[in-house]
């Protein structure tokens, strides 16, 4: 059984930081990649960013990129999201999903399981 379990999240100033965590378990967990992806109140779930436990090989949104970095610790287990340069739009539920297929994704349906999520909150 896989479990996600995304902390970090909190209340922030424009401008500023946060780094958010995805604990992940279970025995398939590092043989597919892992995703965060955020949910804004009355918009549609958008992908953040992947990554690929063996390689690091990286995946970002385009507009996000340069802001937002992906990282994992396979000795832990635990993917990162480095976010900074915060803006009031990027106020979302933060989500980690580990993916379906061997190849990263930036299609919430190629994700087979999903964190119950983090709050990141960004004030102007």
């Known amino acids: 059984q896989v479990q996600l379990v995304e902390s970090g999240g909190g209340l922030v100033q424009a401008g500023g930081s946060l780094r958010l965590s995805c604990a992940a378990s279970g025995r398939t967990v590092s043989s597919f990649p892992m995703g965060w992806f955020r949910q804004a109140p009355g918009k549609e779930r958008e992908f953040v960013a992947a990554i690929i436990w063996s390689t690091g090989s990286t995946r970002y949104s385009d507009s996000l990129k340069g802001r937002f970095t992906i990282s994992r610790d396979n000795s832990k287990l635990t993917v990162y999201l480095q976010m900074s340069s915060l803006k009031p739009e990027d106020t979302a539920v933060y989500y980690c999903?580990?993916?379906?297929?061997?190849?990263?994704?930036?299609?919430?349906?190629?994700?087979?399981?999903w964190g119950q999520g983090t709050q990141v909150t960004v004030s102007s």
């Open positions: 999903a580990r993916g379906t297929y061997s190849s990263s994704s930036s299609l919430a349906k190629d994700y087979s399981y």
